[in-house]
Nanobody, 126 residues
């Protein structure tokens, strides 16, 4: 089982940057792809970025491509989401998640993720 804890959210002005962290427990963390998702009130949780279990493959939602970078440090059991050029539209609760199966490239779909963190709020002011 994997337990995930997000941190690093906060209030930032448009154009600013934040780095989110997703810290995981469990000796098998490096075997799991990790996805970042975000959600605003009244809307579905949406895909933001993913990184494969080995870290060699990443992918991003079109809305964040070129502005966000996902990375992982398996020695620290942590995945990062570096967010730059933030926009008010990026305001949301951000969640990291791990899928049911190990050794995958990750998925864009929330129903393929088994383990979720509690979320961290990101607010971008205009």
């Amino acid at each position: 089982q994997v337990q995930l804890v997000e941190s690093g959210g906060g209030l930032v002005q448009a154009g600013g940057s934040l780095r989110l962290s997703c810290a995981a427990s469990g000796r098998t963390f490096s075997s799991y792809a990790i996805g970042w998702f975000r959600q605003t009130p009244g809307k579905e949780r949406e895909f933001v970025a993913l990184i494969s279990w080995g870290g060699s493959s990443t992918d991003y939602a079109d809305s964040v491509k070129g502005r966000f970078i996902i990375s992982r440090d398996n020695a620290k059991n942590t995945v990062y989401l570096q967010m730059s050029s933030l926009k008010p539209a990026d305001t949301a609760v951000y969640y990291c998640a791990a899928p049911r199966s190990k050794y995958t490239g990750g998925s864009y779909y929330t129903n393929e993720y088994e383990y979720w963190g509690q979320g961290t709020q990101v607010t971008v002011s205009s």
